[in-house]
């Protein structure tokens, strides 16, 4: 693996933004993996800022998201989907039909997990993986558990996720339960993964993850086994890695 030293998240932020800017600049038609949450919102940000120059063009990109909860619609404001929509594509020259995100409101697990790993195997495989981290470990929503789990599942969020998420929520009892994610497999068979770590709340994680066993209990460390890793992170999220890495 590789590690990035980043002074802080907006350093950390344009940083990752680099990269996937050289991804798309050197492959227009590029897959790339997407994340949701906190983490990534500064290098959407920092993205739509270079598009908007005429700096990346991502008319030819096509995306595939890690994971949607199970229960809200695309349009729910919540959702993944709505996320994405509102904090990414609306806003570069992306195709909509070129982006992809799990269909939380299909009940039937095994239609949509198949589906979805078709989609995947379809458009070749991801390029470029862009992965946070839960300060339990999970990445997508693989959550700590005992075995690593391949392909696109759906999973049942842990205490500390539906915690960790209800800063989104009006209350912690609307954070749906269930999510479909990306597994093990699809994130690692990315042909680049690179992971954004920021602040003190993520420092555990990224010790356990990075300075200690590869294990299905903190999923991250499975990150370690990939050939082509990057961890961006910055000061307050190395703080207990030290020189360790
Ligand atoms: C979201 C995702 C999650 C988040 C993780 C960190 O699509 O895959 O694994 O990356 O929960 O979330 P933030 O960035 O909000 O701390």
Known sequence: MRLIRAKDYQDASRKVANIISAQVILKPDCVLGLATGSSPLGAYSQLIKWCERGDVDFSKTKTVNLDEYVGLSADHDQSYSYFMHHNFFDHINIDPSNTNLPNGLEMDDAKECARYDKVIRDLGGVDLQLLGIGANGHIG?????????????????????????????????????????????????????????????????????????????????????????????????????????
Do not use: W
Not at 154 to 162: C, K
Not at 183 to 205: E, P
């Open 141 to 245: 929503f693989n959550e700590p558990t005992v075995e690593f789990v391949t392909g696109t599942h759906r999973v049942d969020l842990t205490a500390s996720t539906i915690a960790a998420n209800s800063r989104f929520f009006e209350n912690e009892s609307m954070v749906p339960r269930q999510a479909y994610t990306m597994g093990m497999l699809d994130i690692m068979q990315a042909r680049r993964v690179v992971m954004i770590a920021t602040g003190a709340n993520k420092a555990q994680a990224v010790y356990d993850a990075f300075c200690g066993p590869v294990t299905p209990q903190m999923p991250a460390s499975i990150m370690q086994l990939h050939p082509d890793f990057v961890l961006v992170a910055d000061e307050a999220a190395l703080s207990l890695v030290g020189d360790k890495l």
